[in-house]
């Protein structure tokens, strides 16, 4: 089974930025994507971005396409979202999940298996 735990959430002023990281553990090694969700209050979940676990390939929202950078350092099992110009829309609770989706990019949350509890991020006007 894989565990997943999500950091680095807070805070921010509009404008700035944020690095989410999710820390994984348990048998990750056949994981081929992972990806991040965001659900804002009263929303649905919505797809963020993905990679593929090689970190050879990655996909985002257009709605976060040019502002946040998805990454991976398979070194520490660790995924990142880098987040810059944070505008008070970003505000979300944000989620990791891995997808055993290999062809298509998964968007949708019934595309993943594994989740993490989430972390708050607040973005202020």
């Known amino acids: 089974q894989v565990q997943l735990v999500e950091s680095g959430g807070g805070l921010v002023q509009a404008g700035g930025s944020l690095r989410l990281s999710c820390a994984a553990s348990g048998r990750t090694f056949s994981i081929p994507t992972e990806g991040w969700f965001r659900q804002a209050p009263g929303k649905e979940r919505e797809f963020v971005a993905a990679?593929?676990?090689?970190?050879?390939?990655?996909y985002y929202a257009e709605s976060v396409r040019g502002r946040f950078t998805i990454s991976r350092d398979n070194a520490k099992n660790t995924g990142y979202l880098q987040m810059n110009s944070l505008n008070p829309e970003d505000t979300a609770v944000y989620y990791c999940?891995?997808?055993?989706?290999?062809?298509?990019?998964?968007?949708?949350?019934?595309?993943?298996?594994?989740w993490g509890q989430g972390t708050q991020v607040t973005v202020s006007s």
């Open positions: 990679i593929r676990w090689s970190g050879d390939s990655t």
């Open positions: 999940a891995t997808s055993p989706r290999r062809s298509s990019w998964p968007t949708r949350r019934t595309e993943y298996n594994y």
